[in-house]
């Protein structure tokens, strides 16, 4: 893990020396999974869920929020992902595509770096669960959240449909659990 962790903090560089756009990385913060387990798998696995049933993230913002910054978070990781299993073919352009879908609908600029957002939504989520104004305004900061703290927890407290998030989250699901595994069946 360690090794891999050096070689993808080494690519920016390396791109950079080589004239390519630079390779984003994103990460989760320690401690994201209770236990030993994996975070990229377990982000799948609750985005997976939450976006498989839209009406379980309706007024909840902090739950929306943390499935949102899952789905940031495998944005970024799944391009370099070793874990995958079975891939889908067309899992990196729905992610994408989804990436465009889930930061229109809660006002993410454009040029918002994914760790940013990735912060900004689990400290929304924390600031939620433990009822704190004063950490949830600094949380959803105005440079990457254009609709403000208050327009922005609006968003995730009334969420719009996101075909296009649901259905990457599901791909996503696919292709990091074990094939004896039915998405269907994914508990948290």
């Given at each position: 893990m360690m090794l891999r962790r050096s070689v993808l903090l080494a690519l920016p560089a390396l791109a950079a020396c080589a004239g390519l756009p630079p390779v984003e990385t994103a990460s989760l913060p320690s401690g994201f999974v209770e236990g030993a387990g994996d975070p990229t798998r377990a982000a799948a696995l609750h985005a997976g869920s939450a976006f498989g049933q839209p009406a379980s993230l309706a007024g909840r913002p902090g739950v929306a929020a943390r499935a949102l910054a899952?789905?940031?978070?495998?944005?970024?990781?799944?391009?370099?992902?070793?874990?995958?299993?079975?891939?889908?073919?067309?899992?990196?352009?729905?992610?994408?595509?989804?990436?465009?879908?889930?930061?229109?609908?809660?006002?993410?600029?454009?040029?918002?770096?994914?760790?940013?957002?990735?912060?900004?939504?689990?400290?929304?989520?924390?600031?939620?669960?433990?009822?704190?104004?004063?950490?949830?305004?600094?949380?959803?900061?105005?440079?990457?959240?254009?609709?403000?703290?208050?327009?922005?927890?609006?968003?995730?407290?009334?969420?719009?449909?996101?075909?296009?998030?649901?259905?990457?989250?599901?791909?996503?699901?696919?292709?990091?659990i074990a094939p004896e595994r039915s998405p269907v069946t994914s508990t948290l």
């Open positions: 899952e789905m940031e978070y495998l944005a970024v990781e799944l391009p370099s992902n070793p874990v995958a299993r079975n891939p889908v073919p067309t899992l990196l352009p729905q992610m994408q595509a989804a990436r465009s879908e889930w930061r229109g609908a809660i006002g993410v600029a454009a040029d918002a770096p994914p760790q940013r957002v990735i912060n900004g939504l689990l400290a929304a989520s924390r600031a939620l669960e433990e009822g704190r104004q004063d950490a949830l305004r600094a949380a959803l900061a105005p440079e990457v959240f254009t609709a403000g703290p208050e327009g922005t927890l609006a968003r995730l407290n009334a969420l719009p449909p996101l075909p296009r998030t649901a259905a990457a989250a599901a791909a996503a699901e696919r292709s990091l």
